[in-house]
């Protein structure tokens, strides 16, 4: 079992920055591949970035690339989403995800057993 809790979310101005959390406990952090999603209301959950157990490999969504960076701390067992140039339409309730062995896409919620309960993140023009 590995438990996660988002946090850092807020209320910012476009083109503000945030920094987002997600601190790890239950298991070794390390071991785990990690993402970001998020969800706007009346939308689906989309991904936003990945960072495999290593740092190694990073990706991310066409619509954050350039704007948002994933990192890791495996000391402190926390991921962190870095959001800069921030716009109305990346308000959302951003969640933290973990599991151990990504098969397939890693943009896809289903490969994740392991979810925060999320921090809202909404962005005012």
């Known amino acids: 079992q590995v438990q996660l809790v988002e946090s850092g979310g807020g209320l910012v101005q476009a083109g503000g920055s945030l920094r987002l959390s997600c601190a790890a406990s239950?298991?070794?952090?390390?071991?785990?591949?990690m993402a970001w999603f998020r969800q706007a209301p009346g939308k689906e959950r989309e991904f936003v970035a990945h960072?495999?157990?290593?740092?190694?490999?990073?990706y991310y969504a066409e619509s954050v690339k350039g704007r948002f960076t994933i990192s890791r701390d495996n000391a402190k067992s926390t991921v962190y989403l870095q959001m800069n140039s921030l716009k109305p339409e990346d308000t959302a309730v951003y969640y933290c995800?973990?599991?151990?062995?990504?098969?397939?896409?890693?943009?896809?919620?289903?490969?994740?057993?392991?979810w925060g309960q999320g921090t809202q993140v909404t962005v005012s023009s």
């Open positions: 960072i495999s157990w290593t740092g190694a490999r990073l």
């Open positions: 239950g298991r070794t952090f390390s071991n785990y591949a």
């Open positions: 995800a973990a599991d151990l062995f990504i098969v397939g896409d890693p943009g896809r919620p289903n490969e994740y057993g392991y």
